[in-house]
C-alpha cells in the first residue's frame, strides 16, 4: 500500500483559502498596527528651537540654516496631518537641528563682530597711550 498522502482538487482550494486568509490577517494586523505615535512633544521643542534661534538674530546671520529649519518644519507639519508619523519626527529632528546650527552660526558672528570691536578700541587706546607725554 501507498502511504503517500492523496491530495484531491478539494484540498488544493482549502490550502488556497488558508493560505489567502494567513495573508490577509496578517495585512489587517499591520494595517491596525499604529506604528509610531504622533511626535507631538518633538514638534513642540523643534517649535521652540526655531522660536529661540530667531532670537538669537539667526534670521539675517544664519539665514540659509533658518531656511532649511523653516522647510523641513512645514514638511514635518504636514507629514504630522497626514499621520505620517515616523516621517513627520524625523522631519522635526532635522528642523531643531538646523535651528540649532543656525543659532550657532548667529552667535558665532556676533562674537566675531565684538571681538573686531574689541580689538579696534585696543588699537585706538595704544594709539591714544602713544600721543601722551610721559
Same mark, same amino acid.
Given at each position: ?23 490577509? +490577517?496578517? /495585512? #489587517? =494586523?499591520? &494595517? ?9 512633544? @518633538?514638534? %513642540?521643542?523643534?517649535? *521652540? ?26 514638511? +514635518?507639519? /504636514? #507629514? =504630522?496631518? &497626514? ?9 522635526? @529632528?532635522? %528642523?531643531?537641528?538646523? *535651528? ?29 597711550? #602713544?600721543?601722551?607725554?610721559?
Amino acid at each position: 500500500m501507498n502511504n503517500a498522502p492523496h491530495y484531491t482538487p478539494r484540498s488544493g482550494n482549502v490550502r488556497a483559502a488558508l493560505g489567502l486568509t494567513l495573508v490577509g +490577517a496578517a /495585512l #489587517a =494586523l499591520g &494595517a491596525c498596527a499604529t506604528g509610531a505615535p504622533p511626535p507631538t512633544s @518633538q514638534m %513642540a521643542v523643534s517649535n *521652540a528651537a526655531l522660536a529661540h534661534a530667531v532670537g538669537a538674530g539667526s534670521v539675517e546671520l544664519a539665514p540659509v540654516e533658518m531656511a532649511m529649519a523653516r522647510d523641513k518644519m512645514s514638511r +514635518a507639519n /504636514l #507629514a =504630522l496631518a &497626514a499621520e505620517k508619523n515616523e516621517e513627520a519626527l524625523a522631519l522635526a @529632528q532635522q %528642523a531643531q537641528l538646523d *535651528a540649532q546650527l543656525a543659532e550657532a552660526k548667529a552667535e558665532a558672528a556676533k562674537a566675531r563682530k565684538s571681538a573686531v570691536a574689541l580689538q579696534e578700541a585696543n588699537r585706538a587706546l595704544r594709539e591714544e597711550m #602713544a600721543r601722551q607725554p610721559r
